[in-house]
């Protein structure tokens, strides 16, 4: 259960608007009465998050937070204060607090901003762990999978994570991108500093350059205080920026100036603020191509292509899906009170022969809703619910053997209400085309590269972006999906 300090010197009103909210965010609540009872609490505690009030009898607010950040700078801090003036508020929002409330707090914002900033502090503190069996440990959030394509992840991660260079996370939508990106983090030099994520696509185009760089009193309607970005809050962490192939072209111009020497001006300011963070990304999108057709900057594509972890499909890690169900299976015991021991071998065949175009989010959600349908013992067939016609694994593999494979593909995707099939078609013809000429040429890259027509470095890196490995096997080399 979430834990909430509270750090105030009167309290009672801040205290009885979050006992209503306890029960409904499911959080304890501890409360210090002043800066040094808090700086107790919190280092011997460890509180969720901490809401801390600006006037406290023995110091400022905003010492007691320079000391919260020595303890542990992941601890998200929303600062109240009851006056007008902003200003201790804002230069706290600059440090890496989360938030800041004026008294007396609105209940709906209050629940809100509580809300959220228990589920960042959950983030930042709850490993993602990579994992090749079921986990044991049910409350971590894990990356499993023992497939090659799966292997392949793992491998990536641990080569960039001590490298303080941008990392592009690519793969379909609900194959676990931010998963990666905190595994990422987690293991980084920047681990006990902040992580925030941003999904790029969630934030109307008017407001993302805002949330991202902040902005100052007046510089749009509706700008009635300053506002401090996350690039800005951020400083000395790491920043998940999902969905990056959705941000504005606008947009994209000024995040490529910070990503170049790591300096930003707030929408509608002029003194240029220094921000140090580390920038992970991901699209679900293929950027190369959009940057070809003028939708996404060439320079800033460039920029990020320095490290690409390729996320496979599910469909791709057939081996992996077993895992998978034995964990969300446990984990959704618990979540609704289920007593699932087991899953019946018919309906992992049913899972099997699905071909996912939602990846593990999608099979999430069939197995909740197959778990609130039963109240047995083992999950059987009857109880998932119906999944839309498509082609079986099996089929898949054979369709690959044959023109009729791509058209295959693109009614499955047009199924799945694809946004962005031009992208996702040049993404599949060339996993094939790619796969196939390494094949002719025995994985010989340089002879294949002439047979395409492109730069052998061209080649190596479209390999990493598709996840496709060239592998040495007894007869020779041949290409392998990883």
Request: glycine share 8%; charged share 25%.
């Amino acid at each position: 259960m979430p834990h909430v300090l509270l750090i105030d010197d009167d309290p009672i009103l801040i205290l009885d608007q979050i006992g209503h909210l306890s029960e409904q965010l499911g959080i304890t609540i501890e409360v210090a009465q002043s800066g040094g009872a808090g700086l107790d609490r919190v280092a011997t505690s460890m509180p969720d998050v901490v809401l801390l009030d600006v006037n406290l009898p023995d110091q400022t607010g905003l010492d007691v937070y320079h000391e919260i950040r020595k303890i542990d700078a992941r601890i998200p801090v929303v600062f109240i204060t009851a006056t007008a003036t902003t200003g201790v508020a804002i230069e706290a929002m600059r440090l890496g607090a989360y938030d800041y409330l004026f008294k007396p707090v609105e209940l709906r914002q209050l629940a809100r901003v509580l809300g959220e900033a228990v589920e960042l502090g959950r983030r930042m503190h709850q490993p993602a762990t990579a994992s090749t069996t079921t986990p044991t440990d049910e409350q971590a959030d894990s990356i499993i999978g023992r497939s090659a394509a799966m292997q392949e992840v793992y491998k990536a991660i641990g080569r960039v994570t001590d490298q303080n260079v941008i990392v592009l996370i690519t793969g379909e939508s609900g194959t676990g991108k931010e998963l990666v990106a905190r595994a990422v983090y987690q293991h980084s030099d920047r681990k006990h500093a902040p992580f925030l994520a941003l999904n790029c696509a969630a934030i109307p185009e008017s407001l993302l350059e805002s949330e991202l760089f902040g902005h100052e009193k007046g510089a749009f309607t509706g700008a009635d205080r300053r506002q401090v970005g996350k690039f800005e809050r951020c400083n000395g962490g790491t920043i998940f920026l999902d969905e990056i192939g959705d941000m504005p072209l606008a947009t994209q111009g000024k995040v490529l100036r910070l990503l170049q020497d790591q300096r930003f001006e707030r929408v509608g300011g002029s003194r240029t603020i220094e921000t140090d963070v580390r920038i992970i990304a991901a699209t679900n999108r293929g950027l190369k191509a959009r940057a070809e057709a003028g939708m996404f900057r060439a320079d800033l594509y460039y920029r990020l292509n320095v490290f690409t972890i390729a996320i496979p499909p599910l469909r791709d890690r057939g081996e992996d899906l077993p895992l998978l169900v034995n964990f969300y299976v446990r984990r959704f015991n618990r979540e609704l009170g289920r007593d699932v021991r087991e899953v019946a071998s018919e309906t992992l065949d049913l899972l099997r022969g699905y071909a996912w175009p939602g990846n593990v989010r999608e099979l999430q959600s069939v197995l909740k809703q197959a778990m609130l349908r039963t109240r047995a013992t083992v999950l059987g067939p009857e109880s998932l619910p119906e999944l839309p016609s498509g082609p079986t694994s099996d089929e898949n593999d054979r369709a690959d053997e044959t023109p009729f494979s791509f058209e295959t593909f693109i009614r499955r995707r047009l199924h799945a209400d694809s946004l962005d099939l031009h992208a996702e078609a040049h993404q599949e013809l060339d996993r094939l085309l790619l796969a196939d000429v390494l094949k002719f040429t025995q994985g010989n890259q340089l002879k294949a590269a002439r047979v395409l027509g492109i730069a052998r470095q061209t080649l190596r890196n479209r390999l990493r972006e598709l996840g496709l490995a060239v592998t040495w096997g007894i007869e020779g080399n041949e290409v392998a999906h990883s």
